[in-house]
T-cell receptor
Framework: EDQVTQSPEALRLQEGESSSLNCSYT??????LFWYRQDPGKGPEFLFT???AGEEKEKERLKATLTKKESFLHITAPKPEDSATYLCATIQGAQKLVFGQGTRLTINP | ETGVTQSPTHLIKTRGQQVTLRCSSQSGHNTVSWYQQALGQGPQFIFQ???????GRGNFPPRFSGLQFPNYSSELNVNALELDDSALYLC????????????FGDGTRLSIL
């Protein structure tokens, strides 16, 4: 069965301090790697889909990259409003998402 | 474009009771998936419905059941509630069974006393 592991579990940064979140996966035949953002009390909000190694996607201060074994979510010059839990997931079977446990990101002003 | 909506937002039940949670899928989406998210964890797949048929199930007991209606809305039913069923229940919809992104509602917070 697919496994998805995210690190670190929690990350605290100062405003403007860039960093990266990691998502490692073991899956036979990757069909898609998804990144979501989840705010407290809300459902996950879709950010990116990556389909093949070498692919990159960007949105504002976020950039997602993909290799054959892991994905990174790079956060450049973050702002306090970027504070959230970031989840990654792979697709297994017909359309079952297998999630990691998430990285709780806090950006201090 | 109307997003995924879930009701109710919060629910409190006692052990042994039954509960029904509801989900309206995003406009144009015909696939609905349900997930359970415990506090501090990632969502866990319960099952998926495509065109009113169950299309995959996770490691959840039969007391978790569901339905999808012709308008693609869906229900999650849980019988004989247990304390461990306390969680955020999330519904997600997508356009078909392929590898397109799933879009989530804000969930139903279920508390079992």
């Amino acid at each position: 069965e697919d496994q998805v592991t995210q690190s670190p579990e929690a990350l605290r940064l100062q405003e403007g301090e860039s960093s990266s979140l990691n998502c490692s996966y073991t899956v036979s035949g990757l069909r898609g790697l998804f990144w979501y953002r989840q705010d407290p009390g809300k459902g996950p909000e879709f950010l990116f889909t990556l389909y093949s190694a070498g692919e990159e996607k960007e949105k504002e201060r976020l950039k997602a990259t993909l290799t054959k074994k892991e994905s990174f979510l790079h956060i450049t010059a973050p702002k306090p409003e970027d504070s959230a839990t970031y989840l990654c997931a792979t697709i297994q079977g017909a359309q079952k998402l297998v999630f990691g446990q998430g990285t709780r990101l806090t950006i201090n002003p | 474009e109307t997003g995924v909506t879930q009701s109710p937002t919060h629910l409190i039940k006692t052990r042994g009771q039954q509960v029904t949670l509801r989900c309206s899928s995003q406009s144009g989406h015909n696939t609905v998936s349900w997930y359970q998210q415990a506090l501090g964890q990632g969502p866990q797949f319960i099952f998926q419905y495509y065109r009113e048929e169950e299309n995959g199930r996770g490691n959840f007991p039969p007391r978790f059941s569901g339905l999808q209606f012709p308008n693609y809305s869906s229900e999650l039913n849980v019988n004989a509630l247990e304390l461990d069923d306390s969680a955020l229940y999330l519904c997600a919809s997508s356009s078909d069974r392929s590898n397109q992104p799933q879009h989530f509602g804000d969930g139903t917070r279920l508390s079992i006393l």
